[in-house]
């Protein structure tokens, strides 16, 4: 499964608590996604919904 298109990513470095990183692993273990997969889908159900006409202005 494809979460994004390679042109739209943007790497960056995060430091966290090991307790929080072994916490994200094992619910990306569980869903069956990648560590990178399970942080992009934890954020993005964290923000609230854009309104796709205010990202075209």
Not at 19 to 24: A, G, H, Q, Y
Not at 34 to 48: D, H, T
């Amino acid at each position: 499964m494809k979460i994004f298109e390679s042109e739209d990513v943007t790497q960056f470095s995060l430091r966290a608590p090991a307790k929080l990183m072994s916490r994200v692993r094992h619910n990306a273990r569980a869903n069956r996604r990648s560590l990178n997969a399970e942080l992009v889908v934890m954020i993005e159900q964290s923000l609230p919904v854009e309104n796709e006409k205010a990202d075209a202005a």
